[in-house]
């Protein structure tokens, strides 16, 4: 396995790439960070607060800003790039931000990848993939057709085909991971489970889109994290892995696990407003990254990890507390 002792992690002050960044400091001692994050409405430092000074630096800036990638790119010998709009609801109301985070910013990364000659390995979704049906026997695999919905989702698969074009084109060193709906500490009061949980420590009744049968294939991120640090060491230069862990689950049933847990009745929810081109089932065939490089998720017992979530919610009010009445605010102007 290749090893990597400077690297740099765009948006790792974001829910996904802070439990990376806590990851590489709590296995690979040998490996220091350097956090690059604009700290967007969804970016906050003290998701990395706390973490020993000499293995975590924080820089504040914009990937699209190709001046400070000069300035900070050299001297690393990989990026792993995390930073994104990352919200379809957000999406669906303003779609500029992803146009310029995703795509723009992949592509000035990808510029400073050429130049500098660094490992890049990129970070994305399942939905690139689009949706299957609720009853298709068939899962995502890595050389699927792209088939996006949302603007997020199409402005993430026009990423991944930048980093697969300047790949083949320029000779770049470069992965790229898709991984199915991620849950655990640090995840942002806007998203399914963060926002259910702290709706019912709030006394207010959670809110379910549609007929609450659209189905998402749940991993803890710190499984992803191992996903990621295995392809980004041992993974075929060029590739594509997806990563999931086999954790299909409607949405419905998500809800009542969580009121259950949370000593709640099982109907006390909301029905509200279907999102736009809502993307029915996403399920990932994980065959390619078990095999080829022998990865393993741990937390596997899903009830013990949404346990273990509702207790850091419950615990950590002053982290998600900030930013709750503006989320529901902007769900309640959209009737959702
Ligand atoms: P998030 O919204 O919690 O965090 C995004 C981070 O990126 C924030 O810290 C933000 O400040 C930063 N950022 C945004 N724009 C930036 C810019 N222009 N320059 C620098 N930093 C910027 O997102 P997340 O849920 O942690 O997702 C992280 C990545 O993982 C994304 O690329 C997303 O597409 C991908 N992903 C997410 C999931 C999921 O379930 N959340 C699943 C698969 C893939
Ligand atoms: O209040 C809600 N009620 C509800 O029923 C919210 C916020 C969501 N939902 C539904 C919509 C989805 O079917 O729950 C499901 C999950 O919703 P989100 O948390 O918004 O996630 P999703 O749209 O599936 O996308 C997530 O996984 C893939 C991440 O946000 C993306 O960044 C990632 O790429």
Same mark, same amino acid.
């Given at each position: 396995?290749?090893?990597?002792?400077? *690297?740099?992690?765009?948006?790792?002050?974001?829910?996904?790439?802070?439990?990376?960044?806590?990851?590489?400091?709590?296995?690979?001692? +040998?490996?220091?960070? @350097?956090?690059?994050?604009?700290?967007?409405?969804?970016?906050?430092?003290?998701?990395? +607060?706390?973490?020993?000074?000499?293995?975590? +630096?924080?820089?504040?800036?914009?990937?699209?800003?190709s001046e400070l990638l000069d300035r900070i790119v050299p001297g690393h010998d990989a990026i792993v790039h995390y930073a994104a709009e990352s919200h379809n609801d957000n999406s669906i109301a303003n779609p500029d931000p992803f146009v310029q985070t995703n795509i723009v910013g992949t592509y000035r990364l990808l510029e400073a990848v050429r130049k500098y000659d660094v490992r890049y390995h990129h970070v994305s979704t399942d939905e690139v993939y689009g949706d299957l049906a609720l009853d298709e026997p068939r899962r995502f695999r890595p050389d699927d057709p792209y088939k996006p919905s949302s603007p997020y989702s199409s402005s993430k698969a026009s990423s991944d085909l930048l980093v697969r074009a300047w790949t083949r084109t320029y000779g770049l060193r470069t992965t *790229?991971?898709?991984?199915?709906?991620?849950?655990?500490?640090?995840?942002?009061?806007?998203?399914?489970?963060?926002?259910?949980? @702290?709706?019912? *420590?709030?006394?207010?009744?959670?809110?379910?889109?549609?007929?609450?049968?659209?189905?998402?294939?749940?991993?803890?991120?710190?499984?992803?994290?191992?996903?990621?640090?295995?392809?980004?060491?041992?993974?075929?230069?060029? +590739?594509?892995?997806?990563i999931g862990a086999d954790g299909e689950r409607s949405n419905i049933d998500v809800l009542r696990a969580i009121l259950e847990r949370m000593g709640r009745d099982a109907d006390d929810f909301d029905w509200v407003r279907d999102r736009p081109g809502h993307d029915r089932r996403y399920a990932i065939d994980n065959t390619k990254l078990v095999e080829e490089l022998g990865w393993k998720p741990r937390h596997t017992n899903f009830s013990e990890g949404l346990d273990q979530t509702i207790a850091w919610y419950r615990e950590h009010e002053d982290w998600w507390r900030p930013a709750k009445e503006a989320t529901e605010a902007k769900y309640a102007k959209q009737g959702q």
């Open positions: 396995a290749e090893e990597y002792k400077n *690297i740099i992690v765009t948006g790792g002050c974001g829910f996904i790439g802070s439990n990376f960044v806590h990851y590489v400091v709590k296995n690979h001692p +040998e490996t220091h960070v @350097t956090v690059l994050d604009k700290l967007t409405y969804a970016g906050n430092p003290a998701n990395i +607060e706390g973490l020993p000074k000499d293995r975590v +630096e924080l820089v504040v800036g914009d990937i699209c800003d *790229i991971s898709n991984c199915s709906n991620n849950y655990g500490p640090y995840q942002h009061v806007e998203k399914f489970i963060p926002r259910q949980i @702290t709706n019912i *420590i709030d006394g207010v009744r959670p809110k379910l889109y549609g007929d609450g049968k659209n189905v998402r294939d749940w991993i803890h991120t710190e499984d992803h994290s191992s996903g990621v640090w295995d392809i980004l060491t041992k993974g075929r230069m060029g +590739e594509t892995y997806l």
